[in-house]
């Protein structure tokens, strides 16, 4: 990842989310390998970062699109590339939080499988925030 395309992350993750604490170019360049974008004509178009958070356990955080590249395609991309990254990491489920009422991120995640498991409010960000899932893989059955 190039000084360029942490600074571009950082801006679209601050553009296109309302967060609690803003990401700067310097902390995305720390972590750039949790990070999976896309860039068009040299600019970052869509972004999320994607990190282990238990042997079993992945997380997607702030998938982003840019307001001109919506509904094309580049969320369901990302959704499966980090998916293909967490697979690899020997991840048994993948976990994402969607701040309720985020249409665009609920159906993304949704089509690509995800289901709600629970819901709870952010009094820090005054949102109803939902954790959802999906299970990447069971392992063997019992016998």
Known sequence: MTPKHAEQVAQLLNDRNQLQL???AEKVS????????????????????VKKVQWYQWEI????????HERQGLGKLLIRQAEAKAKSGAARIVQCTIRVGNEA????????????????FNASTNNYVAVWQ??????QQAR
Request: charge should be negative; proline fraction near 0%; include cysteine.
């Open 61 to 68: 955080c702030h998938l982003s699109v840019s307001e001109k």
């Open 22 to 24: 803003g990401y700067t």
């Open 105 to 120: 991120s609920e159906h993304a995640f949704r089509r690509s499988g995800y289901r709600e498991a629970c819901c709870f």
């Open 30 to 49: 720390q972590h750039a390998d949790n990070y999976l974008f896309e860039v068009r004509d040299d600019a970052v178009v869509a972004c999320v970062e």
């Open 134 to 139: 999906k299970v990447l893989s069971c392992g």
